[in-house]
């Protein structure tokens, strides 16, 4: 999937959210290269890295989107996107990759500026569960509340003992299945 940078989110966001492309690039259409500052792959890697409650990456896609510009055998790839918020404007969101940080590193591409400052002010150490963004940017208010008491349901009752991977059993361990609850207590009727 191709997008020009800044431009709006392949679904619709409601309310006056802003949720902008950075980073989808494709065979074909040139990119904007250049230096960029030197902490910037560091950072976009950790931010990538980072578990609940301090997470950035949502919206798992089918299957995995590879590099354009590698060679077939040693192409990276991205199961995922990542949620930054802008540093300046509130409400506004920056929809990434995991392949922007290797596209940086690798292919010399040069993001745009307000992108950069939001991903060098994202402080690590502050909660951000960017899955509840995401609703938030793509979900009216009242379907989000209905799913998210569903969820919070389904959460609480759930038997915890069987079968959850190693993965799963550290999102538990993290609480991000409280994440519906939580959200709910935040934004009471
Ligand atoms: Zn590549």
């Not at 989110?9 to 500052?37: C, K, N, S």
């Not at 969820?151 to 538990?172: G, M, P, S, V, Y």
Request: aromatic share 12%; proline share 7%; with cysteine.
């Amino acid at each position: 999937m191709y997008f020009e940078d800044l431009s709006p989110y392949y679904y619709p966001v409601v309310g006056g959210q802003q949720l902008l492309m950075i980073g989808w690039l494709e065979r074909g259409h040139a990119f904007p290269t250049g230096e960029v500052p030197a902490e910037l792959v560091a950072k976009l890697r950790a931010i990538e890295r980072s578990p609940y409650p301090q997470q950035y990456r949502c919206a798992l896609t089918r299957g995995l989107h590879y590099c354009h510009f590698c060679k077939e055998d040693d192409r990276e790839a991205s199961n995922a996107e990542l949620f930054i918020p802008d540093s300046d404007v509130p409400d506004r969101y920056y929809a990434t990759t995991f392949l922007t940080s290797h596209y940086i590193e690798a292919h010399r591409y040069q993001p745009p500026d307000a992108f950069i400052r939001a991903v060098l002010a994202v402080d690590l150490r502050r909660p951000y569960d960017a899955i509840v963004i995401y609703d938030s940017l793509l979900l009216p208010p009242e379907t989000m509340r209905k799913e998210y008491e569903k969820k919070a349901k389904d959460a609480e009752n759930e038997r915890i003992d069987i079968q959850l991977t190693e993965k799963q059993r550290e999102n538990f361990r993290r609480g991000a299945h409280l994440r519906y609850r939580k959200w709910l207590d935040e934004n009471p009727l």
